[in-house]
């Protein structure tokens, strides 16, 4: 028997980066906001101890954080003609779970996508011509750069972002990143002290012309106190960041930035370990009405609300959309369809490994995104007229860890075991340091996201079925970074150099990446987009889906910067446009 | 006439400002009475009471205090009200219990008890039964109240010091009046009048309530006036920061107290005369307990509280220069490591940083040798603490006190 519930003016699914934002926005703007999160309940002092955080055992090999499978599974394949199957256990990528969601366990890269990525078609069909990019499905995002300067700003100094400006109000800066698009003011705070591996690498980048820049971090160089008057500490950069929860308070997260200040409001309330089942639709099928849930006991509610917004991680907002048949589902063979369209990863690989002799490189002084980058050959920072690809990726060379169990490299043709390998970890761990492109990751026709017609979940709903390949396009790319750094990395003269490529056939088993776009994007043509610019789906006005479902193609650069940006772009429109008249903001 | 009528309407309107005024008036002495803090249960509706107080006497339930007339005290006339706060007597000749602090409130004056019933007087009434005190006896035989008055409660008006300044004045009024900080922090008799020299500090339920004289270290001589001031408002300063029983004083009333107030309370602790009692020991640095702390401190504490124990602004406490830390009693100190404390939250300061519970981490001596440690370096100087003291401690938390 399902109870319904009284009212709420806004009803939240999830509560991480965007949901947290969200809801800090809307109540402000005076609505009583709810949200429903899956997971637990999480806090520093209870869930996040400094005295057992740094179990590498218990939150990297065995994954604590993280969503399990059996809560929810995905299938995959590599393309269309092909069977996908479940898997046991989430590898590729790892999704949050619980409060904070996968802001929790990231390791802290606060990037501005280019002002070009947002016009990506437009762009590059103006530079290269038509054909070029004919093999691609690319949109622009119907929003640009410049709309979006001030929610990028506002996203940094929530986080406290550690970083040097390389473009100020289009001055452009020495030291910074002299590629990214004008921003109206630095960094809160300066970027963190530079290990020894970035300082070499930096170096190196210099003598071959390119511009290497310290990387735009969450995990705080010096104590801050953010917009909302909440306190983070300076990071002690013990390296364990990426799959682990802050215990320091120095990495941004929900609960070190928006959660302090949103569970005390009385407009507010979080309700933990509830899991939405689905979207309920009014008859008319333009508005939504409400959200069933189901809480840990097994009991069913009805919570009905005047604006429904859809904050989970990417992948499992587009699921919620085709679990309560909200737009037209994508199909592959005609390329018509906004739902799953355009789901697009992240093309790793053209990573570069050196090892040297006689170096303390200390990989354990480290920081999720410390570390020295390079942008000179991401997005069209540089000119491709003479290649075969478009794209790019951003380099960066740091330490984000040196954990005990994770981290021990060997020079090529150790044995995998025993003494030998004992004594070569010894030798090479001081003295190995290593830089990979994070890779852009372009959308076609054949990748794209839909409902499992066999396999479901323990609620009996078809599990989500991710159908993707990297495209040649994006190989192409990712081969011609190897080449590049390979040539920055021999002129390092380390005693071994090795490199790595891209290769077809995406492996769902070993970690890659969490960075998984698109499936819900925003554009201007609701023939090609499931969101319109504002992130208000096309078909239901009442609701909002946040997060980076809405990238029409994921950069060269890790998204959570842009995710977040788009979150208070959407709370802007929301409260200052949305209530005042609500209905559809952009006419079709 | 129209112009009587009009006279007439602007006394009534000039009358209903008053009142108006008086009410806001009243909820600022609620505030600076925290009244709310102890008759509001956790999770309960305001003033409906039903918070339980441990006293070494037994546990004593907070009433309800609001107009509902049959478990409230709605029935109660301006005059009841007056007598209760000032003379602890209810009604009908029931003697309250010094938990009710009314040798402290004795000390307000008839106007701001007035505008205090004012402002209760608005209070929403709740049906709300406070079940019955579970004190031991003989304490629970509240007719011998009657006689702990006449030993200990002197019925007395506040009455300024002429040589000092207003402010002082003020700060002494508010100290000793409304404030009652001596209720936790000055030492109490096994019948619960006051024992030692005022505000010298006190230990109850399970924390140990500081020094807050004039006193350099352990009181706040160290301290500016704008320490106070921002310690007060905020529940954080350079020299602590506010937890246990204390957050709850932070949150619920000094941080809603206005500036001025907050200045004068300050002024006048800080001329208030320390304990007499003799400085304590320092522990030297090659002791074998200190040289276990400092690696026990590196190994679990540095990443916050930092290689000098400067901790870091409204985030992670300082360590060195602590008042809290350098009590004679480690009390406080102990509990706070072995059950990990929260940061209070204020307007000002939102953070509400937590201390996680390190019980599970290190045992009795570990902890004792950590502690002397952090007791006793960057120019702290307090002794050591005991294997004994931990054990008791982890004990008594075990027990759920």
Same mark, same amino acid.
């Not at chain 1, 622009?140 to 996203?155: A, N, T």
């Not at chain 1, 990446?513 to 208000?536: C, I």
């Not at chain 1, 995710?563 to 008249?581: M, S």
């Given at each position: 028997?399902?109870?319904?519930?009284?009212?709420?003016?806004?009803?939240?699914m999830?509560?991480?980066?965007?949901?947290?934002?969200?809801?800090?926005?809307?109540?402000?703007?005076?609505?009583?906001?709810?949200?429903?999160?899956?997971?637990?309940?999480?806090?520093?002092?209870?869930?996040?101890?400094?005295?057992?955080?740094?179990?590498?055992?218990?939150?990297?090999?065995?994954?604590?954080?993280?969503?399990?499978?059996?809560?929810e599974a995905m299938t995959m394949r590599n393309s269309t003609d092909q069977t996908a199957l479940p898997m046991?256990?989430?590898?590729s990528f790892?999704p949050?779970?619980?409060?904070?969601?996968?802001?929790?366990?990231?390791?802290?890269?606060?990037?501005?996508?280019?002002?070009?990525?947002f016009q990506l078609k437009t762009?590059l069909t103006?530079?290269?011509?038509a054909r070029r990019v004919s093999e691609l499905q690319l949109e622009d995002w119907g929003v640009?750069?410049?709309?979006?300067?001030?929610?990028?700003?506002?996203?940094?100094?929530?986080?406290?972002?550690?970083?040097?400006?390389?473009?100020?109000?289009?001055?452009?800066?020495?030291?910074?990143?002299?590629?990214?698009?004008?921003?109206?003011?630095?960094?809160?705070?300066?970027?963190?002290?530079?290990?020894?591996?970035?300082?070499?690498?930096?170096?190196?980048?210099?003598? @071959?012309?390119?511009?290497?820049?310290?990387?735009?971090?969450?995990?705080?160089?010096?104590?801050?106190?953010?917009?909302?008057?909440?306190?983070?500490?300076?990071?002690?950069?013990?390296?364990?960041?990426?799959?682990?929860?802050?215990?320091?308070?120095?990495?941004?997260?929900?609960?070190?930035?928006?959660?302090?200040?949103?569970?005390?409001?009385?407009?507010?309330?979080?309700?933990?370990?509830?899991?939405v089942l689905k979207i309920n639709l009014h008859p008319d099928g333009k508005t939504a009405?409400?959200?069933?849930?189901?809480?840990?006991?097994?009991?069913?509610?009805?919570?009905?609300?005047?604006?429904i917004?859809l904050?989970g991680y990417g992948l499992m907002n587009v699921r919620m959309m085709l679990l309560s048949g909200i737009g037209k589902p994508y199909d592959p063979a005609t390329g018509t369809g906004t739902v799953g369209r355009n789901y697009c990863y992240q093309t790793?690989?053209?990573?570069?490994?050196?090892?040297?002799?006689?170096?303390?490189?200390?990989?354990?002084?480290?920081?999720?995104?410390?570390?020295?980058?390079?942008?000179?050959?991401?997005?069209?920072?540089?000119?491709?007229?003479?290649?075969?690809?478009v794209g790019?990726?951003?380099?960066?060379?740091?330490?984000?860890?040196?954990?005990?169990?994770?981290?021990?490299?060997?020079?090529?043709?150790?044995?995998?075991?025993?003494?030998?390998?004992?004594?070569?970890?010894?030798?090479?761990?001081?003295?190995? @340091?290593?830089?990979?492109?994070?890779?852009s990751s372009y959308p076609v026709r054949g990748n794209y996201l839909d409902l499992d017609p066999t396999y479901k979940d323990?609620f009996g709903r078809p599990l989500l079925r991710v159908t993707f390949d990297f495209p040649d396009n994006d190989l192409?790319?990712?081969?011609?970074?190897?080449?590049?750094?390979?040539?920055?990395?021999?002129?390092?003269?380390?005693?071994?150099?090795?490199?790595?490529?891209?290769?077809k056939g995406w492996n769902s088993?070993?970690?890659?990446?969490?960075h998984n776009t698109g499936g819900a994007t925003m554009g201007a043509n609701p023939k090609t987009s499931a969101v319109n610019r504002y992130l208000q789906s096309w078909d239901v006005s009442?609701l909002f889906v946040l997060g980076a479902s809405a990238f029409q193609q994921n950069?060269?650069?890790?998204p959570?910067?842009?995710?977040?940006?788009?979150?208070?772009?959407?709370?802007?429109?929301?409260?200052?446009?949305?209530?005042?008249?609500?209905?559809a903001?952009v006419q079709t | 006439?129209?112009?009587?009528?009009?006279?007439?309407?602007?006394?009534?309107?000039?009358?209903?400002?008053?009142?108006?005024?008086?009410?806001?008036?009243?909820? /600022?002495?609620?505030?600076?009475?925290?009244?709310?803090?102890?008759?509001?249960?956790?999770?309960?509706?305001?003033?409906?009471?039903?918070?339980?107080?441990?006293?070494?006497?037994?546990?004593?339930?907070?009433?309800?205090?609001?107009?509902?007339?049959?478990?409230?005290?709605?029935?109660?006339?301006?005059?009841?009200?007056?007598?209760?706060?000032?003379?602890?007597?209810?009604?009908?000749?029931?003697?309250?219990?010094?938990?009710?602090?009314?040798?402290? /409130?004795?000390?307000?004056? +008839?106007?701001?008890?007035?505008?205090?019933?004012? /402002?209760?007087?608005?209070?929403?009434?709740?049906?709300?039964?406070?079940?019955?005190?579970?004190?031991?006896?003989?304490?629970?035989?509240?007719?011998?109240?009657?006689?702990?008055?006449?030993?200990?409660?002197?019925?007395? =008006?506040?009455?300024?010091?002429? =040589?000092?300044?207003?402010?002082?004045?003020?700060?002494?009024?508010?100290?000793?009046?409304?404030?009652?900080?001596?209720?936790?922090?000055?030492?109490?008799?096994?019948?619960?009048?006051?024992?030692?020299?005022?505000?010298?500090?006190?230990?109850?339920?399970?924390?140990?309530?500081?020094?807050?004289?004039?006193?350099?270290?352990?009181?706040?001589?160290?301290?500016?006036?704008?320490?106070?001031?921002?310690?007060?408002?905020?529940?954080?300063?350079?020299?602590?920061?506010?937890?246990?029983?204390?957050? =709850?004083?932070?949150?619920?009333?000094?941080?809603?107290?206005?500036?001025?107030?907050?200045?004068?309370?300050?002024?006048?602790?800080?001329?208030?005369?320390?304990?007499?009692?003799?400085?304590?020991?320092?522990?030297?640095?090659?002791?074998?307990?200190?040289?276990?702390?400092?690696?026990?401190?590196?190994?679990?504490?540095?990443?916050?509280?930092?290689?000098?124990?400067?901790?870091?602004?409204?985030?992670?406490?300082?360590?060195?220069?602590?008042?809290?830390?350098?009590?004679?009693?480690?009390?406080?100190?102990?509990?706070?490591?072995?059950?990990?404390?929260?940061?209070?939250?204020?307007?000002?300061?939102?953070?509400?940083?937590?201390?996680?519970?390190?019980?599970?981490?290190?045992?009795?001596?570990?902890?004792? +040798?950590?502690?002397? /440690?952090?007791?006793?370096?960057?120019?702290?100087?307090?002794?050591?603490?005991?294997?004994?003291?931990?054990?008791?401690?982890?004990?008594?938390?075990?027990?759920?006190?």
């Amino acid at each position: 028997m399902t109870k319904l519930l009284p009212r709420k003016d806004v009803v939240i699914m999830g509560l991480g980066w965007t949901g947290a934002i969200m809801a800090q926005e809307l109540t402000d703007a005076g609505l009583d906001v709810v949200a429903i999160e899956r997971g637990p309940w999480r806090d520093t002092g209870t869930d996040f101890n400094i005295g057992y955080m740094q179990d590498e055992l218990r939150y990297s090999v065995r994954k604590e954080l993280f969503l399990s499978p059996v809560l929810e599974a995905m299938t995959m394949r590599n393309s269309t003609d092909q069977t996908a199957l479940p898997m046991r256990d989430y590898g590729s990528f790892l999704p949050g779970y619980g409060v904070g969601g996968a802001g929790v366990h990231w390791n802290g890269y606060v990037w501005r996508f280019f002002p070009t990525d947002f016009q990506l078609k437009t762009h590059l069909t103006q530079r290269y011509g038509a054909r070029r990019v004919s093999e691609l499905q690319l949109e622009d995002w119907g929003v640009s750069y410049d709309e979006l300067e001030h929610c990028f700003d506002q996203f940094e100094y929530l986080c406290g972002t550690s970083g040097k400006a390389g473009n100020l109000k289009g001055q452009t800066i020495d030291g910074g990143n002299v590629f990214e698009g004008p921003r109206s003011r630095e960094y809160p705070t300066p970027p963190l002290k530079m290990p020894y591996v970035s300082v070499l690498f930096a170096e190196a980048a210099k003598n @071959m012309g390119l511009h290497p820049f310290p990387a735009p971090a969450a995990n705080l160089s010096q104590p801050y106190v953010n917009p909302l008057g909440v306190a983070m500490g300076q990071c002690s950069y013990c390296g364990f960041c990426e799959r682990f929860a802050c215990a320091n308070y120095s990495k941004a997260m929900p609960q070190t930035t928006v959660l302090p200040v949103l569970m005390k409001k009385r407009n507010f309330e979080a309700r933990t370990e509830c899991e939405v089942l689905k979207i309920n639709l009014h008859p008319d099928g333009k508005t939504a009405k409400s959200v069933t849930y189901v809480d840990r006991a097994g009991q069913e509610y009805e919570q009905p609300g005047d604006i429904i917004l859809l904050c989970g991680y990417g992948l499992m907002n587009v699921r919620m959309m085709l679990l309560s048949g909200i737009g037209k589902p994508y199909d592959p063979a005609t390329g018509t369809g906004t739902v799953g369209r355009n789901y697009c990863y992240q093309t790793q690989g053209g990573g570069v490994r050196l090892i040297f002799e006689g170096k303390h490189f200390n990989p354990f002084i480290a920081a999720g995104a410390l570390g020295s980058t390079i942008d000179d050959f991401n997005g069209d920072a540089f000119d491709h007229s003479n290649l075969d690809f478009v794209g790019g990726g951003g380099v960066s060379c740091g330490t984000s860890n040196g954990r005990p169990i994770g981290y021990h490299p060997t020079p090529e043709g150790t044995p995998r075991w025993g003494s030998k390998w004992k004594k070569a970890v010894a030798e090479t761990y001081q003295n190995t @340091m290593a830089f990979g492109a994070q890779g852009s990751s372009y959308p076609v026709r054949g990748n794209y996201l839909d409902l499992d017609p066999t396999y479901k979940d323990r609620f009996g709903r078809p599990l989500l079925r991710v159908t993707f390949d990297f495209p040649d396009n994006d190989l192409r790319m990712s081969n011609y970074i190897s080449d590049q750094l390979a040539k920055l990395g021999r002129s390092m003269n380390p005693k071994e150099l090795t490199v790595s490529h891209a290769r077809k056939g995406w492996n769902s088993v070993p970690y890659q990446t969490t960075h998984n776009t698109g499936g819900a994007t925003m554009g201007a043509n609701p023939k090609t987009s499931a969101v319109n610019r504002y992130l208000q789906s096309w078909d239901v006005s009442n609701l909002f889906v946040l997060g980076a479902s809405a990238f029409q193609q994921n950069a060269g650069k890790n998204p959570t910067g842009t995710v977040g940006a788009l979150a208070y772009w959407t709370a802007e429109a929301i409260r200052d446009r949305y209530l005042k008249k609500p209905g559809a903001l952009v006419q079709t | 006439m129209k112009s009587a009528l009009a006279a007439l309407m602007l006394v009534a309107l000039a009358g209903a400002a008053q009142a108006q005024n008086q009410v806001a008036a009243g909820r /600022y002495q609620a505030i600076l009475a925290d009244c709310e803090g102890c008759h509001t249960a956790p999770g309960g509706k305001p003033f409906a009471g039903g918070l339980v107080l441990q006293t070494p006497f037994g546990n004593m339930a907070v009433p309800n205090i609001t107009q509902d007339r049959v478990t409230g005290i709605g029935t109660w006339s301006e005059t009841d009200f007056r007598r209760a706060v000032r003379e602890g007597i209810a009604p009908g000749g029931k003697r309250l219990y010094p938990g009710m602090p009314y040798p402290y /409130y004795a000390r307000m004056s +008839d106007a701001d008890v007035s505008s205090l019933w004012a /402002y209760l007087e608005t209070v929403a009434p709740v049906r709300h039964a406070v079940q019955a005190d579970q004190l031991r006896f003989p304490f629970n035989i509240r007719s011998l109240m009657a006689a702990w008055n006449f030993l200990y409660f002197k019925q007395a =008006d506040f009455k300024p010091t002429l =040589d000092k300044s207003a402010e002082w004045n003020r700060g002494a009024y508010l100290v000793t009046g409304a404030g009652h900080c001596g209720a936790c922090h000055t030492a109490k008799s096994l019948l619960g009048a006051d024992r030692a020299a005022a505000l010298t500090g006190d230990s109850l339920q399970g924390w140990f309530a500081p020094e807050i004289t004039g006193a350099k270290s352990r009181g706040v001589g160290d301290w500016s006036v704008g320490d106070v001031v921002t310690y007060l408002k905020t529940g954080w300063s350079a020299h602590g920061v506010a937890s246990g029983p204390m957050s =709850d004083v932070v949150e619920r009333s000094t941080s809603e107290m206005n500036d001025g107030d907050l200045k004068a309370i300050a002024v006048y602790l800080k001329d208030q005369p320390a304990a007499k009692e003799p400085p304590l020991p320092s522990v030297a640095r090659d002791d074998p307990a200190m040289r276990t702390g400092a690696v026990l401190y590196q190994n679990n504490c540095v990443g916050c509280h930092g290689w000098e124990g400067k901790g870091e602004k409204l985030i992670f406490p300082p360590l060195a220069g602590n008042a809290v830390l350098v009590q004679p009693s480690a009390e406080s100190l102990i509990r706070v490591v072995l059950a990990g404390a929260q940061a209070v939250a204020t307007k000002a300061a939102p953070t509400e940083p937590s201390m996680p519970s390190f019980a599970w981490k290190l045992n009795d001596r570990q902890l004792a +040798d950590l502690l002397t /440690y952090i007791r006793n370096s960057w120019g702290n100087q307090a002794g050591a603490v005991s294997e004994k003291d931990v054990a008791k401690t982890r004990a008594s938390l075990r027990g759920g006190t």
